[in-house]
Each structure stands twice: as structure tokens, then as C-alpha cells.
């Protein structure tokens, strides 16, 4: 069998959540997906999940995996456990009576139904109209949508509470489209996108935080820096919480900013900081936002290709690599250019150089990191020729930032398998 890339695509409610997954599966030599159903079936898709173990890659939520005709009239699809996955019959898909059989069968059993990307109109309506009160979702492709009527055809789906997920949402003004005719849930990058403004504006937590990075940045006294944390009592709390976590096995409870700098460290509490930026700025809700998840994938695989490509890295190096994906996406969370938000921050050049012009090592790095993302195989695949790696090291990689992701994001949920 060729070699298999996963990779999940979350999906998200209004308040920019993620409430599940879509499941993307692609061959290395095809480079055939999901969305093929001629090439590819959820039959691959779900010996992938055995293989990888459903709570390592998916935590608490659901996962949306296609499946043709063919895979849902074969038994093996009662084997799938109703907890973990939602079948998204294709569109195509023929309403026969072996297959409405199998719809009920399906129901009735607590399994979750979904029509998967479509353009909404009339014919849809009506030839899933029978079928409604078995259905939980309905996926419209955003990227070919018939505007005509939407509205109207949108409340009719939530008249036969039919949850719509919005697919193939790409940049800000497609967001509003679908949330004007009241989508559910949206599927789509735009969340990383971002959206310059000519007069931005920093919160004054987010120039509290870049100034305390700062100051542990350059050389400046112990007692100085621990003197401007205590004027920022929210982040001095929130760190003092920090420390005293699980993350740390200290003997006694730490009770001090200075006992805090001493012990960790200032580029440690450096990295602390930037992520705190986007726990604070990006989500008013107690859930980590996609943002974050994002940053935190983007931050493992960077550290973690860094040492498949350079074994002998340096602690300082992979903290350089680190900062890379940490910062990456900070544009978005400020909306301003890259080039301008990184004058205003303490990071080497080669940092710099890497984010913005994918110059040298962390550079090409970032860059396979992307492809990651964007489902880009050949260059997955042209980064390990380059650097002497073994066959599918990224892959492995990229399963176990999911995992990293998991476990992160529901640290008491995951169990093993």
C-alpha cells in the first residue's frame, strides 16, 4: 500500500470553537482523498483511525468521514464506533430503497448522518426531503454556491432541525455570507487568516505581555523584570497558577515572581508568554480556540522536524524554532502585516528571515509545516528527499502533533489504547 497522509480539518460554531473534525485522507502516489470516492473509500480512512487510535487523534470530539454506496451498504460499517464518527454520504449518492434501508438501520442504531459538500438549491430539497429526519447535518460548498433563494432554502433545512455546516470557508467575507443566512458550523482555514487594518490597535493585555517578552528578551535585571510582573497582576496570577500546575513537580507551592524567574528560566517564561497572547486575545470562552490548537501543532512540528533534520540541535535552536511557529501566526491575532509586528518584538534574524521569507533552515521547516496543512504531499515528500529523511518521517510526525493537539486540548480525556 502507498504511503498515507492524514490530516483533520476542524470544524467550528460561531464562537469560533471546534466541534469536530472532517477526517482527510490522501496517498502518496495518487494523492487521492475523501473527496474522490472513485479512488479512495472511508474503508482506508477508518484502518488509518484503528491504527492510530481514535482518542490519540480525535480527544473528545466527533469526526466526519465520507463514505460512497458501496462502503454503506457493507456491514463492516456497524464496526465504526457511533462515539467517534458521523458518515457524510456524497451527494451523488442514490436515494434506492437499499439504501433508504440502510439509512434507518443506521438511525435507529444512533449513528449520525450528514449529506456531504453540496450546492444548496431546490433539487437537493427535494430529493433528500424524505430523508431529513434522519439526517443531522447538511454541508454546503461555499465554494460553489447557487445564491439564488439560500435563505429561503436555509430555513427549510432548520425547519427538519438539519444542522448546515458551511464548507470551503476561506476568507472573512465568505464567513458572513454564511453566517448571514444562519449556518451552524464552518469549516474552512479563514480563522488563520489575516485581516490587515491600517490603524491597528494592541489591547493593553497583549502590550503588557510583548513588553514583559521583551524585558526577558534583552539583559536587562532579575529585579526589573520581576518589578513589571508585579504590576500586571493578571499574568503574574495566571502564571503563579501555571507553575504551581501538574506541568511541575516541585516540592513546595511557589508563591513569588522572582522564586518563578529563577526556576524556569527567561526563555521558557518567554515561550509561556507568547502563547498566553493568543489564549487571551483570540477566544472570550473557556475552550482552547482553533487559533491556539493551531499554534501549538505548528510550534511541536517545528521543534520536532528541526531534530529528524539537525540531531545535534542545540537547546537554543530549538527554542529558535520553536518561536518560528509560535509567532507565525501572529498577523492574524493582530491584524497587521508580519513585517511590521515582528519590528516590534525581541527575536533573532534568523527567526525573522524564516517567517517571512522561509530563508534557511527554520525556514524550509516552516515551510513543510504549511504544506502539512494545505494537504501539499509533493512537498512533504520533496523536504525528506532534500534532507536524507526516511519515508513518511513527517507523516509520523504529524500523527503525533495531533496527539500533542489532543492531549493539550483535553489533558484529562485521552485515553490510551
Not at 522572582?258 to 473557556?286: A, D
Not at 491575532?333 to 515582528?342: D, G, N, P, V, W
Not at 501539499?376 to 529523511?389: G, N, Q, S
Amino acid at each position: 500500500m502507498n504511503s498515507v497522509y492524514l490530516a483533520r480539518q476542524p470544524i467550528l460554531n460561531e464562537n469560533e470553537e471546534i466541534c469536530y473534525y472532517e477526517i482527510l485522507y490522501r496517498d502518496s502516489q495518487h494523492k487521492s482523498d475523501v473527496q474522490c470516492n472513485i479512488t479512495a473509500s472511508a474503508t482506508v480512512v477508518t484502518s488509518i483511525l484503528n491504527k492510530f487510535g481514535t482518542r490519540s487523534l480525535l480527544g473528545t470530539k466527533k469526526a466526519f468521514i465520507k463514505v460512497d454506496e458501496k462502503f454503506l451498504l457493507n456491514d463492516i460499517i456497524f464496526t465504526i464506533p457511533k462515539e467517534f464518527f458521523i458518515f457524510s454520504l456524497f451527494a451523488n449518492i442514490s436515494l434506492s430503497n437499499k439504501i433508504l434501508m440502510r439509512i434507518d438501520e443506521l438511525y435507529e442504531k444512533g449513528y449520525e448522518l450528514a449529506i456531504n459538500d453540496t450546492i444548496l438549491n431546490d433539487d437537493l430539497i427535494q430529493k433528500y426531503q424524505a430523508i431529513f429526519p434522519k439526517l443531522s447535518f447538511v454541508k454546503i460548498n461555499f465554494d460553489a454556491l447557487d445564491y439564488n433563494d439560500i435563505v429561503e432554502l436555509a430555513v427549510q433545512l432548520h425547519a427538519n432541525q438539519v444542522d448546515i455546516i458551511a464548507t470551503k470557508i476561506e476568507d472573512l467575507k465568505t464567513y458572513e455570507l454564511a453566517k448571514s443566512i444562519d449556518c451552524d458550523y464552518f469549516e474552512g482555514y479563514f480563522f488563520a487568516k489575516p485581516v490587515i487594518l491600517e490603524n491597528p490597535k494592541y489591547e493593553p493585555f497583549q502590550l503588557n505581555v510583548i513588553k514583559l517578552y521583551n524585558l526577558l528578551m534583552q539583559d536587562v535585571n532579575i529585579d526589573e523584570i520581576t518589578s513589571e510582573f508585579e504590576k500586571n497582576p493578571e499574568i503574574s496570577v495566571q502564571l503563579l497558577q501555571f507553575m504551581n500546575s501538574a506541568a511541575f513537580h516541585f516540592r513546595k507551592k511557589i508563591s513569588s515572581i522572582h522564586h518563578v524567574l529563577t526556576l524556569l528560566g527567561r526563555i521558557p517564561l518567554g515561550r509561556w508568554l507568547m502563547l498566553l497572547i493568543y489564549s487571551k486575545s483570540v477566544s472570550k470562552v473557556q475552550k482552547h480556540s482553533a487559533l491556539m490548537l493551531m499554534v501549538i501543532n505548528r510550534t511541536y512540528l517545528m521543534q520536532e522536524i528541526l531534530k529528524k533534520v539537525e540531531p545535534k540541535a542545540g537547546s537554543n535552536m530549538v527554542g529558535e524554532a520553536y518561536m518560528v511557529g509560535v509567532l507565525s501566526l501572529m498577523d492574524t491575532l493582530f491584524s497587521m502585516k508580519m513585517s511590521e509586528l515582528l519590528e516590534g518584538i525581541q527575536v533573532s534574524d534568523s527567526v525573522k528571515e524564516a517567517i517571512l521569507e522561509d530563508k534557511d533552515v527554520f525556514g524550509e521547516i516552516y515551510k513543510v509545516v504549511r504544506a502539512t496543512e494545505a494537504f501539499d504531499i509533493d512537498e512533504i515528500m520533496a523536504f525528506e528527499r532534500r534532507y536524507d529523511l526516511e519515508k513518511d518521517t513527517i507523516k509520523e510526525l504529524v500523527i503525533k502533533g495531533m496527539e500533542h493537539v489532543s492531549e493539550f486540548e483535553n489533558p484529562q480525556d485521552i485515553d490510551e489504547e
